[in-house]
């Protein structure tokens, strides 16, 4: 399995296009900005999903139900749709360019942590002094409900092994070699490759509030203040839950651009100052959504 905090693609959603789609009112409370960053940031998401290979989904259709025929001791039907089941990947195979793996199904899940950073130093703190006492699993079970996030699973079929797998479960059935070939289709269905990204929701609804308020501010600089409160404390949120590293320069460089902003509000640079703003925003997601190169097979 391949985890990815943050591929560039979904990262450009989330600094271009989260608000983009559904605009703010600006009348709204901070709940609607939040419940409208998550809504856009899932519109995106299902918008840009990985197209699924027809004929990788269809090969394993066939693998499947070679395997079926296997466990019933029809090695003939077993055969065919072996056969069936490399036919699918013949034009793929004989590209000049294969790609590693091929996407087969999209999986998407929301997560949303509902509590203030506060909550959440709270809640580490109880788990520590859990593992202080070394009660491990209950500080498991403590620590669950901590993650705030849209989570994309791309599960593929890697090309690397799959149509070898295939080849070799038919040569061990001609052999009749049955239960050999039994166990090398069943390992190769079951080594399906998932890649996991990550889209921290504190860090698109920061990104959507500051937006709001940048879109206010000329004429009511008290919201607009209180969306830039709001969009620290969701950047609050994500450093305590891991998706933002405590010792980044570039988190307090931004934590610092929103507090002089919030201070200047009234002033002629304002609109200079969230171009400013929204740059180290920019810059800030960028930097973090860098890929965790942390690969095994499901």
């Known amino acids: 399995m391949k985890n990815i905090l943050l591929s560039s693609l979904v990262a450009s959603l989330i600094i271009t296009g989260c608000v983009a789609k559904e605009a703010t009112p600006k009348d709204a409370n901070i709940e609607k900005i939040n419940t409208t960053a998550i ?8 918008k840009h999903k990985v197209k699924l290979v027809q004929e990788a989904v269809d090969s394993l259709v066939y693998a499947n139900e070679a395997l079926v ?10 055969s ?14 004989a590209s000049k360019n294969v790609p590693e793996l091929l996407p087969v199904d999209n999986i998407i899940t929301i997560d949303e942590f509902i509590g203030s950073s506060k909550t959440i130093k709270d809640i580490v703190k109880h788990a520590k002094e859990l593992l ?21 699973t791309v599960v593929n079929l890697p090309l690397g092994t799959y149509p070898d797998a295939l080849k070799k479960t038919a040569k061990l059935i001609h052999d009749n070699k049955v239960d050999k070939a039994k166990v090398v289709l069943t390992t190769a269905l079951n080594t399906l490759v998932e890649v996991n990204t990550i889209i921290p929701i504190p860090l ?3 990104t959507d509030l500051i937006a709001a308020a940048s879109d206010i501010a000329e004429t009511d ?8 409160d709001a969009a620290q404390e969701e950047l609050k949120k994500a450093r305590y ?58």
């Open 39 to 46: 809504k856009n940031a899932k519109e995106e998401v299902n």
């Open 204 to 206: 698109a609804t920061a």
């Open 69 to 78: 025929a296997l466990e019933k001791g029809d090695k003939n039907k077993a």
């Open 132 to 152: 202080d006492e070394d009660r491990v699993q209950a500080a498991k079970e403590v620590l669950k409900p901590l993650k705030s996030e849209i989570g994309i």
């Open 241 to 298: 839950l891991g998706y933002v590293s405590k010792s980044d320069v570039s988190y307090k460089a931004l934590d610092d651009a929103i507090d002089a902003l919030k201070l200047d509000i009234t002033s002629n640079k304002v609109k200079s100052m969230f171009t400013n703003l929204k740059e180290k925003i920019t810059n800030f997601t960028s930097k973090i959504f860098s890929s965790k190169d942390e690969a095994k097979n499901k």
């Open 221 to 228: 600089s008290d919201k607009a203040k209180s969306y830039l």
């Open 80 to 93: 065919k749709a072996l056969e069936k089941a490399l036919g699918k990947l013949e034009v793929t195979l």
